[in-house]
């Protein structure tokens, strides 16, 4: 389930090429790590084990690890070039460990994972209900996932500057939040939890908001894109186009972040319907405010 098919070797190709630029470009980015990392402080969590999933080049691993500083710290992406930069994170005493893989095909064991930290990564996911299967299923129980993705609302301008201008998909999909959260109890996690705010970047011009879209590796990946190369008529009519947003001399570029944290069960039914509580799990538990 998504709302649009994502060329994975494309999205690949694109984030091994941005990794060198990332971090200069990254400023949303950051900040929405920045407001995840400060929801954490109203969790009481004390994870063992704790997975940055699509770390990219490791800007939360830092202060990751130095909340949970007994936590051994997982980076894991798709695009190894951002891991090279990833792991140089930490100090020469305490690094995270890098995996390079996809989100919807962990190489990590049953209930492995404590805490998964995700940060604007899911909507990079073709099959968003088996993603959350696959994390359910290497967190413990009564772990946490806690992440943020984008919302149909993201980069509305722009969208609707291309629909103008040739009528191709030239902006990658985004779920609807209600439509995350369904995914999550389909997937059986516990007690989800579902909010949205509404972040806005300006430009001088249309030109600076897709060069730093490259800078990202966040360009159009989908499957239905347009291969050709964009002609200066159609960027012309792009830009043209979006003049009809500029606010005060600059032009907006909305962002729906869409922000989710759900539980792993600690009771977990079994393939024969009953259900299973590891001994390990009872009073292990403590969450909440606080």
Wanted: hydrophobic share 45%.
């Amino acid at each position: 389930m998504n709302a649009g098919p994502i060329d994975k070797r494309s999205a690949r190709r694109s984030f091994e090429h941005a990794a060198a630029d990332y971090d200069a470009a990254a400023v949303l980015q950051r900040e929405i790590a920045v407001r995840m990392l400060e929801r954490l402080e109203y969790v009481r969590l004390q994870p063992k084990t704790v997975l940055d999933l699509g770390a990219g080049t490791g800007y939360a691993v830092d202060a990751l690890l130095r909340r949970y500083r007994k936590a051994r710290i997982l980076a894991l992406d798709f695009a190894f070039d951002m891991l090279r930069i990833a792991r140089g994170r930490g100090s020469l005493l305490r690094r995270p460990r890098c995996v390079c893989a996809d989100a919807e095909s962990l190489p990590l064991a049953d209930a492995s994972v404590d805490l998964i930290f995700s940060n604007a990564t899911l909507q990079w996911c073709n099959d968003l209900e088996l993603t959350f299967g696959e994390l359910l299923r290497v967190l413990s129980p009564g772990g946490l996932l806690m992440f943020t993705t984008f919302g149909p609302d993201t980069l509305k301008e722009l969208r609707a500057s291309w629909s103008v201008a040739d009528g191709y998909s030239h902006v990658s999909p985004f779920l609807d939040m209600h439509d995350v959260g369904d995914a999550l109890v389909r997937a059986r996690f516990a007690e989800p939890v579902m909010d949205a705010e509404r972040l806005t970047l300006t430009y001088e011009r249309v030109r600076d908001l897709m060069m730093d879209l490259k800078v990202l590796g966040a360009h159009n990946a989908t499957v239905d894109r347009p291969r050709g190369l964009t002609g200066k008529a159609r960027l012309h009519a792009v830009e043209q186009a979006y003049e009809v947003y500029r606010i005060d001399g600059r032009l907006p570029a909305s962002y729906e972040v869409v922000y989710g944290h759900a539980w792993a069960p600690i009771k977990r039914p079994t393939a024969d319907g009953a259900v299973a509580v590891p001994v390990s799990a009872i009073g292990r538990r403590t969450r909440g405010s606080a």
